[in-house]
């Protein structure tokens, strides 16, 4: 990606805004309060985000850096969100998009006589035939869903392992964001970059828990793209505990250059149900891995911090462990 156009979204005391990216300061975008609500007015008006930039753009100027440190009354955001519902905002995923990540999924639940798991399984269907070309489908992927809005987290926020939980790890990925229009059409908006926290332990316990590990707090951003490009991505990932790096990795490749299936395939499977489409819904949909440190042994502990970066989309996404340290309780039903 290269030559894009990065917007962020940002708080303080005062209310919320839409800031445009240009290093190393951020200038405020007036009129809007988030890129849902830019996203909307451009569906509603038969123009572009972009042109809504162009058309919007103040002279206003915040310094990103005391920002992105934590040194300012302007907070980060996720990149994307809604801004005033979050049960109308359905954070998902796509597994098994990646060879690695099927490798390491086959490690977790390899028995003793060497056959495939059903997770090689279905990612050699993705390989062979997760081409959606013209009208045509292509087979459909994994699948899985993370919760709604209130679990989407933004740049230097904690994620949290829950009482309930046995682990927590990051996930080094981009996700695609979009919005519902006013006739159930769906439009994306752009790509982020993720982490998609999940709990490996309880998923490794038997594939049958991966729904439940999946449960989690995530984050996307600092910052989205405005692009169509998902060709070809390179990334860098790693684990710091108390200043020092503790696991990481270069070179991880995504995009559809990497991937076993294409995204007009991943967003048909996404969308083909009528739920995914309800008017004016929001999505953050992530689209895989190669790369995790629990597959190499890690064992992440609270205050880790996860640092996520990919080429052309901006700066890294930062997000720290926190484990609950309470015991799990029932939550008490009532009835009615």
Known sequence: MENTTRLVQLKNASGRCVALVKEPSLYIIDNFDSVYAMALHAIDNGTTVKQLIEENLSDKAVNYDEIYEGKSDWKL???FDHPTNVSELVISGTGLTHKSSAANRQAMHQTGDNKPTDSMIVYWWGVDGGIAEGNKPGIQPEWFYKGNGSALKGHGDELEVPAYGNDGGEEPEVAGVYI????????????????????????????????????????????????D?????????????????????????TGEAAMAHNLANLEYHQFKYDGHRVPLQAHVHYFGTGQFSFGKGIKLEHGDEMLVQWEGMGRALKNYVKIVAEEEKLVPVRTI
């Open 77 to 79: 955001l996720p990149a």
């Open 180 to 227: 519902i229009d006013r006739e159930g059409n769906p439009y994306r908006v752009g790509f982020t970059t993720g982490n998609e926290f999940s709990d490996h332990v309880m998923e490794k316990k038997n594939y049958l828990y991966l729904a439940p590990s999946k449960l989690r707090q995530n984050a996307i951003g600092p910052e989205l793209v405005i692009t």
């Open 229 to 253: 490009d998902f060709s070809d991505l390179t990334g860098y990932v790693n684990v710091n505990r108390k200043g020092e790096i503790l696991w990481e990795a270069e070179n991880i490749k």
